[in-house]
């Protein structure tokens, strides 16, 4: 396929699909390497890395493996990055859909809600909606998704602005098809591939919205997620600073994986840039 040639074409890109590869390798292999609860006591507090054959990784302050926490966080962060992205763009897509296909007075209120929505920084509307509904992982995961559709519906919007009034589009009319019709069935197909690459943006900010969250432990206690692992490793970062260390270069790797992915898509579907 000639999707597939331009991807690899990107050594950038082929980096991060292997990194992503592997963090996804982690999640699918946490219960078969580490059967247990992953918050359960494993052995003596502050095990350093290597020290013993049993904790490659050492064990936190509480005794815990943290090995087993960061295969088992791997699904934590995977899941509320895919599940919040997708909240994100779904709602993003309706609203920037629809805003860009009626113009007029529905585009200037959904984007005066839009422009409500990014006057407050992401993180402090996210704290804000914790505050009132709670720290549950379902309740962090829509919030942050909730917080994270303004920028793909301005980008929805404005793929939707330069489409209307393409011939396909007059044609869909003259034929009489229905605006939903044309706005789901016939402009967003073509509207889609920049808002996908976007996407990988998304899923990289979400994963870190949660995880400073958990950092400052306003996350589910209750899950083994990175950002956990490395809030309670602040309490002892001047000694075992391992404990935040090894989390944070998990973050680090999932964040660069997905934000190499986005970009290796976005040179693969952009087509100002094929054949360069």
């Not at 895919?82 to 009626?102: D, E, F, K, M, P």
Request: proline letters at 6%; glycine letters at 10%.
């Amino acid at each position: 396929m000639a999707f597939l040639k331009s991807y690899f074409r990107s050594p950038p890109a082929v980096v991060g699909l292997i990194l992503l590869v592997l963090v996804l390798a982690m999640a699918a292999s946490a219960g078969w390497l580490y059967p247990r609860d992953p918050l359960s006591l494993a052995g003596r507090p502050l095990v350093w890395p290597f020290e013993n054959p049993r904790f490659l990784l050492g064990t936190d302050n509480s005794g815990r493996d943290i090995a087993a926490q960061i295969f088992h966080g791997a699904r934590i962060s995977l899941l509320i990055g895919l599940v919040a992205t997708g909240i994100a763009v779904a709602i993003g897509i309706v609203i920037g859909s629809l805003a860009g296909y009626y113009g007029g007075h529905v585009d200037n209120a959904l984007m005066r809600v839009t422009e409500a929505f990014q006057t407050l920084p992401n993180f402090l509307l996210l704290l804000v909606l914790v505050a009132v509904f709670g720290s549950t992982l379902a309740t962090v995961t829509i919030a942050i998704g909730v917080v994270s559709w303004p920028a793909p519906a301005r980008l929805t919007r404005a793929e939707f602005l330069s489409l209307r009034n393409r011939e396909f589009v007059q044609a869909g009319r003259t034929l009489g098809l229905k605006d939903v019709k044309l706005i789901f069935g016939e402009i967003l197909p073509n509207a889609l591939p920049p808002v996908i690459v976007y996407a990988s943006v998304v899923m990289a900010v979400a994963i870190l919205l949660e995880s400073s969250l958990a950092f400052l432990k306003l996350s589910d206690p209750n899950v083994a997620s990175w950002g956990n692992l490395i809030g309670l490793g602040r309490d002892v970062l001047r000694v075992q600073w391992y404990v935040s260390a090894i989390p944070g270069v998990a973050i680090l790797i999932t964040v660069l994986a997905v934000s190499l992915v986005g970009q290796g898509l976005n040179d693969a579907l952009n087509p100002r840039l094929k054949g360069k």
